[in-house]
């Protein structure tokens, strides 16, 4: 069932996949009404097999809302293509996770910095957690064999500063230092609309997590640069709608990192370096689904430092 069809052109157009996001859900979306100015955007919520009613309630609200329903979660980029799909055409489109909170005139800020910068394909504002830290994920390198060892090795814990030791998550560099990554965290993905054209849609083999970092690859595979912009920052409510200790959302993770080895990098390595990376995933997915199973805590968790990285 798909409500409200809506008119181009548009600056942005603006995805959101939702699965039982509750209130928060209310909070991103009044948040966008409220704070982005000046542009001309419509909003696609792609109800994901909900059973809370936040979506109608949504709607309900905001009646602007273009609501799209599934029966049954499809998934986060299968979600994201469909609502591109039924979303109309724009100069940009932004994926926006739905336990996120706009805290200002983000969009805006990010379209200006896109049209001053016509090389940038992809781009991220700085992403806080509700204790104020940055969500490190949103300014990424991909991760390489090199970036598991020094994860592994507790090396990225010990030497942040380090250019190279530290290049996972850019901890080198001051959070307000805007800059040319590898990868912006889908929480909140601004992509040009002639960059998404050129190198298609997200890929539906990665159920949930990794889709991001495969955009960014392909789109620096293409010529196109992904910059990290602190100018804007952008509240994140952090695993609100996935319960991000689950088996299954374990089993995801684990998933896609393996996914996306095997696509960019495996060609890039010997044999020998390609099954040292799937055992040590296999390895880490195992020793997590077991500490998970017996309900050791999110504590517990986080002292194991094998491949843990986001």
């Not at 979506?55 to 799209?68: D, S, T």
């Not at 912009?229 to 994140?236: D, T």
Request: proline share 3%; net charge positive; charged share 20%.
């Amino acid at each position: 069932m798909v409500d409200n069809p809506v008119k181009t052109p548009l600056d942005v157009s603006i995805i959101i996949v939702n699965f039982n996001g509750g209130s928060v859900l209310r909070d991103c979306v009044a948040s966008l009404f409220a704070r982005t100015i000046g542009v001309k955007f419509a909003v696609t919520l792609f109800d994901n097999g909900s059973s809370d009613g936040s979506a109608e309630r949504i709607k309900k609200e905001f009646g602007e809302v273009k609501l799209v329903h599934h029966i049954e979660n499809v998934g986060f980029a299968k979600a994201n293509n469909q609502a591109i799909a039924q979303s109309g055409a724009a100069r940009y489109y932004l994926l926006l996770n739905p336990d996120t909170v706009l805290r200002s005139d983000a969009i805006k800020t990010m379209m200006d910095f896109m049209d001053a910068n016509p090389n940038a394909g992809v781009c991220g504002p700085k992403v806080v957690l509700e204790n104020g830290k940055l969500d490190a994920p949103c300014r990424r390198s991909f991760k390489t064999p090199a970036i598991y060892f020094y994860n592994t090795l507790g090396l990225s814990k010990l030497f942040p500063k380090s250019r190279r030791f530290g290049k996972y998550y850019f901890s080198y560099l001051d959070e307000d230092e805007g800059s040319e990554v590898d990868s912006v965290v889908g929480a909140f993905l601004m992509i040009r609309g002639e960059t998404m054209r050129e190198i298609g849609l997200l890929d539906e083999s990665f159920f949930i997590y990794g889709e991001d970092e495969d955009w960014c690859f392909r789109a620096k595979q293409a010529g196109w640069k992904v910059f990290y912009n602190p100018n804007e920052s952008v509240l994140h409510l952090k695993g609100t709608s996935t319960g991000k200790k689950s088996l299954t959302m374990s089993v995801h993770w684990h998933k896609a990192a393996y996914l996306f080895h095997r696509k960019h990098l495996a060609g890039s390595y010997g044999m020998l370096t390609n099954l040292i990376v799937y055992a040590g995933i296999a390895l880490h997915l195992g020793v997590s689904l077991f500490f998970t199973t017996i309900n050791l805590g999110k504590k517990r968790l986080h002292e194991i430092r094998f491949f843990h990285i986001q």
